[in-house]
C-alpha cells in the first residue's frame, strides 16, 4: 500500500516556541493531506485538510492562526504549530488520500504520528 | 455525516473468532461504510470497506445487513497482535470522523 511519514516522530520543546510537523507520501502524490490531534485514550480528531497549493479548511473550533498548514507540494504538507502551550501537548497525525479506485472511497494511508510534548 | 455507536471495549482470546458491530441508523445513501485500526502510538490503518452485503479480504470479514443501519466486523482466529482499537466509520467524503472505537483486548 500507500506510505505515508512523519517527522519528526516525536518533539519536545519550550512553552512558547513553535514546532513544524512535515508529513509526506512517499510513493505517490496527494493533493489533499488531512491533520488529525489525538489525546491518550481518546480518538482521533480532524482538525484541518490541507489542499496543494491552496488554503486548508479547518474544523470548527481549531485556530488557524495557530496551527498553520502548508501544502506547498504534492508530496509534502507541513503542520507548524505557534507559540506552543502545554495544552497542544499530543500526538499528531496526518494521512493522504489516494484517487478513488473502482470498489473503493477514500481509502485514506495515515503517517506514524508525531508526539509532541511541550514543556 | 452519519453518527456511529461502536462497543466501548471488548475481550477475546487467541484463536477465536471476534464480531464487533457498529450501529449507523442515519446511513445516507451514498455512504460507505469503512473499518480501521489502530495500535497504541501508531497511526490508523485501513482494514475494509463495504457498501452492502459481505465483504471479504485477507484480514476481516465484513457484514452489512440490508438496510444498512449495522454492520460487523468478523476477525477470524485473532492473535495477540490483533490488540487495538477499532473504528467503524460512515462516510462519502474526504473528512474521516472517528468515533470512540471499540478496543479489543486479545488474552493468550
Known amino acids: 500500500g500507500a506510505v505515508v511519514s512523519q517527522h519528526p516522530s516525536w518533539v519536545i520543546c519550550k512553552s512558547g516556541t513553535s514546532v513544524k510537523i512535515e508529513c509526506r507520501s512517499l510513493d505517490f502524490q496527494a493533493t489533499t493531506m488531512f491533520w488529525y490531534r489525538q489525546f491518550p485514550k481518546q480518538s482521533l480528531m480532524l482538525m484541518a485538510t490541507s489542499n496543494e497549493g491552496s488554503k486548508a479548511t479547518y474544523e470548527q473550533g481549531v485556530e488557524k492562526d495557530k496551527f498553520l498548514i502548508n501544502h506547498a507540494s504534492l508530496t509534502l504538507s507541513t503542520l507548524t504549530v505557534t507559540s506552543a502551550h502545554p495544552e497542544d501537548s499530543s500526538f499528531y497525525i496526518c494521512s493522504a488520500r489516494l484517487p478513488n479506485l473502482a470498489g473503493k472511497y477514500n481509502e485514506q494511508f495515515f503517517g506514524p504520528g508525531t508526539r509532541l510534548t511541550v514543556l | 455525516l452519519a453518527k456511529t455507536t461502536q462497543p466501548i471495549s471488548m475481550d477475546s482470546y487467541e484463536g477465536q473468532e471476534v464480531n464487533i458491530t457498529c450501529s449507523h441508523n442515519n446511513i445516507a445513501t451514498n455512504d460507505y461504510i469503512t473499518w480501521y485500526q489502530q495500535f497504541p502510538s501508531q497511526g490508523p490503518r485501513f482494514i475494509i470497506q463495504?457498501?452492502?452485503t459481505k465483504v471479504t479480504n485477507e484480514v476481516a470479514s465484513l457484514f452489512i445487513p440490508a438496510d444498512r443501519k449495522s454492520s460487523t466486523l468478523s476477525l477470524p482466529r485473532v492473535s495477540l497482535s490483533d490488540t487495538a482499537v477499532y473504528y467503524c466509520?460512515?462516510?462519502?467524503?474526504?473528512?474521516?470522523?472517528f468515533g470512540t472505537g471499540t478496543r479489543l483486548q486479545v488474552f493468550p
Open positions: 466509520l460512515v462516510l462519502n467524503t474526504d473528512k474521516l470522523i
Open positions: 463495504g457498501y452492502k
